[in-house]
């Protein structure tokens, strides 16, 4: 993965590394973009690229639809951002409204209206999250698959099924046989679970 | 009246709401929760950056090689749209030292956002001077005498415009719509050398009879007045303000005010800007 780590360092603002992209912060990244510095949006994608493009992957699954939503939220994050870097990562920003659109679009190629779009209230807007900006995505990544390995797998499915499927407690509950209290159990249960592994990401 | 209890499955509940399996009824009463105590949010905040982080554990997939180039092809053609910032040889001044105390990469941006301001102003400069070059073949015509004398302006407005643009020192402030319905954005250039300003600006709606826009700057924490103005036809703006006390403002925003005006702002905010970096 072309990802690039990015190390926050407040003092090399006046050296010249500080003119590649590649080394800069988020919020020096995205106040450049959005000065119009079409190689601050190279560098978003360099880091970025490949996460949005597995999420869309995974919901979608086609790697054309999935490149196409790729391209989309990155002019989308372009043109007119809402992003507010006080407010949160860049990376849970992107996978956010990633997540989001793919949904939309599952739901506009079934005509299910019934497609729960869900965690798309609002960007969360925790910040501060210091790992995050001291580990690269890939470490990151890394670190996200190992908390999930620890989950239960019952767990693991109705998360997924959930989030990537976009399906409903009831229609998991359908589809798996069990009851709806079950469901939302393990759902709870397995987020929750997976938010005290991952507390130092996301705290 | 009494303080809304927290109940001993609040966690349970949050992450419901977090995951939207709650009835209505129970999201309802979260909501209650969080209004009550504010606290509660940073926990949702928490479960649901978990949840947007959730996809890292997906295996890697790489999209096409070719995506970067075509994202960033597309992104170039909305900046073209917007401002040519190509650096054609219109004019040899774009290496702009601008403010010589502050070495920053923002100058460069504020340079190269320069020049795409000549670039695009020499452009309507070349069409001006075609335009009069046309209608100088036949002065005895009234209608042409007429559009000739205002193309002279236009002309004249353009060339002063380019004249500041090219001036060393210049300092760029982008300015971008903060209400969602209106999509403007352009720029503001201080150049201190010609004790003036450019003020560009696109896509900006046009207003009542009764309105105008005015442009403020932050100066040592007050709000100055510097101009107002309205956009043409198209929803461009291409205006020179003379520099007064503001010159070294790093902060302006513009609002829709009264035609007569106020010393303050009372309008509401449609558009801000600040220093490029």
Redesign the interface.
């Known amino acids: 993965?072309n990802v690039a780590t990015h190390t926050q360092k407040p003092s090399r603002?006046?050296s010249e590394s500080?003119?590649n992209p590649s080394n800069q912060t988020e919020v020096?990244l995205f106040?450049?973009l959005?000065?119009?510095?079409?190689s601050a949006?190279?560098a978003i994608?360099?880091r970025y690229?490949?996460?949005v493009?597995?999420?869309a992957?995974?919901i979608l699954k086609d790697?054309s639809e999935?490149?196409d939503l790729?391209?989309e939220i990155?002019?989308a994050f372009?043109?007119?951002s809402k992003y507010d870097p006080n407010r949160?990562?860049m990376?849970?920003y992107l996978?956010?409204m990633t997540?989001s659109r793919a949904i939309n679009r599952l739901n506009q190629k079934s005509s299910q209206q019934k497609l729960?779009q869900?965690?798309q209230r609002?960007?969360?807007?925790?910040s501060e999250?210091n790992l995050m900006e001291k580990v690269s995505?890939g470490e990151?990544?890394q670190l996200?698959?190992k908390?999930?390995e620890e989950i239960p797998e019952n767990q693991q499915q109705v998360?997924k099924m959930?989030?990537?499927e976009g399906l409903?407690?009831s229609e998991i509950t359908e589809q798996l046989n069990i009851p709806l209290g079950t469901?939302?159990t393990r759902?709870?249960q397995g987020?929750?679970k997976?938010?005290k592994l991952?507390k130092d990401?996301?705290? | 009246m009494e303080p809304l209890e927290l109940p001993p499955n609040w966690?349970?509940l949050i992450?419901?709401y977090?995951?939207?399996?709650l009835t209505p009824e129970e999201a309802a009463l979260v909501k209650q929760y969080l209004e009550t105590y504010p606290e509660l949010?940073?926990e949702v905040?928490?479960?649901?950056?978990?949840?947007?982080?959730?996809?890292?554990?997906?295996?890697?997939?790489?999209?096409?090689e070719g995506?970067?180039s075509?994202?960033?092809e597309?992104?170039?053609k909305?900046?073209s749209s917007?401002?040519k910032?190509q650096q054609t040889p219109v004019s040899p001044s774009p290496s702009l030292p601008l403010s010589p105390f502050s070495?920053?990469?923002?100058l460069?941006?504020?340079g190269l956002?320069a020049v795409g301001l000549i670039t695009s102003l020499g452009f309507f400069n070349y069409r001006l001077n075609q335009k009069l070059a046309t209608a100088e073949t036949d002065l005895s015509n009234y209608r042409l005498q007429t559009e000739l004398s205002q193309t002279q302006q236009e002309l004249s407005r353009y060339q002063e415009a380019l004249s500041v643009l090219k001036q060393p020192n210049n300092r760029l402030l982008?300015l971008?719509s903060i209400t969602p319905d209106i999509?403007s954005s352009g720029s503001l250039v201080i150049a201190p050398n010609s004790e003036a300003a450019i003020l560009t600006l696109k896509k900006l709606p046009n207003l009542p009879e009764d309105k105008v826009y005015r442009l403020w700057a932050f100066v040592d924490g007050k709000k100055v007045k510097c101009a107002k103005f309205n956009p043409d036809s198209q929803g461009k703006v291409l205006q020179k303000i003379p520099l007064q006390k503001w010159g070294s403002t790093t902060e302006v925003f513009v609002t829709i005010e009264p035609k007569d005006g106020f010393e303050l702002p009372v309008g509401e905010t449609v558009m801000k800007g600040s220093r490029?970096?």
């Open positions: 993965m603002l006046e500080d003119m020096e106040q450049a959005q000065a119009g510095d079409l949006l190279g994608y360099d690229g490949e996460a493009y597995r999420l992957l995974r790697t999935a490149e790729t391209q990155f002019l372009w043109r007119s949160g990562k990376i849970v996978l956010t997540r729960l869900r965690c609002s960007i969360p807007t925790h999250s995505l990151v990544s996200v698959s908390a999930l998360l959930a989030y990537y409903s407690q469901v939302k759902t709870r987020l929750l997976l938010r991952l990401l996301v705290d | 966690e349970a992450t419901g977090v995951l939207s399996d949010a940073c905040e928490s479960l649901q950056a978990t949840l947007a982080l959730f996809p890292l554990s997906l295996p890697k997939a790489k999209p096409s995506l970067r075509q994202i960033l597309a992104a170039q909305d900046l917007t401002v910032t070495p920053k990469p923002w460069k941006i504020a956002a982008a971008k999509s490029a970096i």
